[in-house]
């Protein structure tokens, strides 16, 4: 009983403490204080602005290289646009002329346009120099701001438009397979400088580091001779160094063979669609070019390689003259880094498509470079046009399986290499004929650049390679 009492009184207690206004009070003094705070704005960072004299610094870029009296002369700027300034201001006025409709976007970034406040945007040359900088030193994007006053996107945006459009306009000429007049010239050339009847060119791979490969990735484009993530170049060169076939982006862990499968540089071989090719080698006749490989290549008839250790006098003769001739992939590749440093440097790149861009958009200016040099043999015939050949599936897949029983018969890569063993080892000594020689009729109708002093010209090639560190010391600190 007496325990009843004492709860009925506890429960007094607490009803008369109970107050039902001073809850309510409560209640709608903490909605009032959320949405007063709601009200406020959340604080942001600002977003801070960087006064850049566009008009300035445009006027001391033309004051320094592009005006009647430049600052800097030819061999300065040649040294650092890696081009002479006759072939920078083409590639410039292809890009603001382009009037093709509809117009790509790449080409309208680089029209000279107003900004939301009305000032004038970057002119062609601000933005071009960006992009090839980038190029040819491998730096940073923003690197330049100093000098050029460009920001590090509008630097990745001009370098990125700058490789499309390149590559929109140039690729069908400096990057095309050789034409019937090329395979011509290619074959005279060859057998004048190396002593090689129907060498078209010198095959291999080289690779590209690529600094921000996804991790998820990096297995797949790792090789254990690198060590770290790369993506493979498969290129044909000739002597004159110009690059006739590129196919880039295979992963870093497939080696020279699973590069071959899957490129395209027999793949008008295998359509039956090749050009002409004929050719005598000790007295017999072939029909199809081939290319100077390594090791590493299949026994194929397109392909000639050398031996890994020789003995009798004349298979050592053959491997001397296939490895000098050889030379040519190897200074192809030393020149392309040599002048595009950024290949040279790991890929920044997220996307392999952006990656592939810059690398082809490298190829064909060094295609460029080389023929405004006047050291190309071959140049665009522009009244050449690619056989067609319609066929049905079932022919296409005959031919196909033909093609490709003759390209990779063993016998023929035998027969081969031994007529040209026996060709080369009658080859009196210091027969072969370089550029700088005179070398009759036969070589005036391989070219106009069959007189010029090519071992002058691979010199300054290769001082190229030897003075580009140097230079992107030497512009940091003159701009």
């Known amino acids: 009983m ?34 007063e705070e709601n009200q406020q704005p959340i604080p942001k960072n600002p977003r801070r602005y960087f006064h850049r004299d566009r008009a300035g610094r445009a006027t001391l870029l033309w004051n320094d290289y592009f005006s009647n009296t430049p600052t800097f002369p030819e061999d300065k700027f040649r040294r650092r646009f890696r081009m002479s300034r006759r072939l920078f201001n ?18 309208k970034y680089f029209h000279q346009r107003r900004d939301a406040t009305g000032l004038l945007g970057f002119t062609i040359y601000h ?87 996804p991790v998820s990735w990096k297995g797949q484009y790792t090789r254990g001779d690198h060590g770290h993530p790369t993506i493979m170049l498969e290129t044909v060169a000739s002597y004159d160094l110009w690059i006739w076939h590129a196919y880039f982006g ?48 299949p026994n194929w008839a397109t392909l000639v ?22 030379k040519d992939i190897e200074r192809a590749f030393g020149v392309l880094q040599g002048r595009f440093a950024i290949i040279k440097s790991p890929a920044r790149q997220f996307y392999i498509e952006k990656i592939q861009c810059i690398m082809y958009t490298c190829v064909i200016l060094h295609n460029m470079i080389t023929e405004d040099n006047g050291r190309a043999f071959c140049g665009l015939e522009e009244d050449y046009q690619p056989v067609r050949h319609s066929l049905s599936i079932r022919e296409r897949f005959d031919t196909h399986l033909r093609m490709d029983k003759e390209l990779r018969d ?51 090639e290769d001082d190229e390679g030897e003075e580009e560190e140097d230079d992107g010391e030497e512009e940091e600190d003159e701009d």
Request: contains cysteine.
């Open 2 to 35: 007496n325990n009843i009492d004492y709860d009925l009184k506890d429960l007094a207690q607490v009803t008369s403490a109970y107050d039902p206004q001073q809850q309510l009070d409560i209640l709608d003094f903490l909605d009032a204080e959320e949405e």
């Open 410 to 460: 063993s016998t023929i890569h035998r027969f081969l290499r031994d007529n040209l063993i026996e060709h080369i080892w009658c080859l009196p000594p210091n027969v072969r004929i370089r550029p700088n020689q005179q070398a009759g009729p036969s070589a005036n109708e391989a070219g106009p650049s069959g007189t010029n002093n090519q071992h002058e010209e691979d010199d300054e």
């Open 127 to 213: 933005k071009i120099t960006s992009a090839i900088r980038q190029l040819t030193y491998g730096v940073a994007p923003d690197i330049f701001d100093e000098y050029l006053h460009i920001g590090e996107t509008t630097s990745y945006r001009c370098l990125e438009n700058y490789c499309k459009s390149v590559i929109h306009l140039y690729s069908s000429e400096y990057l095309r397979k050789p034409n019937t007049h090329d395979v011509q010239r290619l074959i005279i050339k060859h057998e004048q400088i190396h002593g090689f009847p129907g060498m078209l060119g010198s095959l291999d791979c080289m690779h590209w580091a690529w600094k921000n490969c």
């Open 305 to 326: 390689k050398s031996f890994k250790s020789t003995v009798e006098p004349k298979t050592t003769k053959f491997k001397r003259y296939q490895e000098s001739a050889r």
């Open 250 to 297: 295979q992963a870093g862990s497939n080696n020279d063979i699973n590069v071959l499968n899957q490129s395209d540089l027999f793949k008008e071989l295998l359509e039956d669609r090749a050009l002409p090719c004929n050719y005598t080698v000790n007295g017999k006749q072939f029909t199809k070019g081939y290319y100077l490989a390594d090791g590493i290549y």
């Open 90 to 107: 083409r590639i410039s006025a292809c890009i603001l002329s382009y009037s093709h409709e509809p117009i790509p976007s790449y080409f």
